[in-house]
């Protein structure tokens, strides 16, 4: 199975995006970003419980557990938000869709895009995921770096064979 396929299995709900496909265009990759990117909003709930609980004791004010709900809410928007936002190459563009309340898709031509690359922090490695740096000839575009992408090697071949064009046979 390629990831490609793949990827229509793991983001079927995915299909919220082709409302923003022109008639002749399909979508070729559509993927959220890794749920790493969840870890800064989990860290805040799980300090705040225990802040809380440890205020809660010491102090008897059961109010101090507001605080917390603030920051479960807090989790479950980051949570809301990464589930809308995807990253999608069609045949002719690059696209990242994001937004709950106001929506915001920036767009780039595949014709515009001269190099892809593929960077990966420590963290990145062991979590597995990557961040992909778009380089266009000289233009300011609304985006140039998508980072959280999942299976990011996998990911980093499907996307450059469909920016650059795939290769018949192999390189010998």
Known sequence: MN????????????????KYLMSYEGRVIA????????????????????????AGVVTGFWLVWLLWLAALG??????LVWSIEFFLVTEHRVMVIR?????????MPLGKVTDITLERSLLGRTLGYGEFI????????????????????QLYLEVSSVIFGAQDGSPD
Request: net charge positive; hydrophobic share 50%; charged share 20%.
């Open 3 to 18: 990831l490609q396929d793949m990827m229509v299995h793991r983001d079927s709900a995915s299909r919220s995006v082709d």
């Open 31 to 54: 993927v959220r970003k890794h749920p790493a990117v969840l870890l800064p909003a989990l860290a805040v709930a799980v300090v705040g419980l225990v802040l809380c609980a440890v």
């Open 74 to 79: 807090y989790l479950l928007w980051r949570i």
């Open 99 to 107: 937004g709950v309340f106001n929506r915001d898709v920036g767009m």
């Open 134 to 153: 778009l380089e266009t000839g000289g233009q300011k575009q609304q985006f140039n770096k998508v980072n959280f992408m999942p299976y990011p090697e």
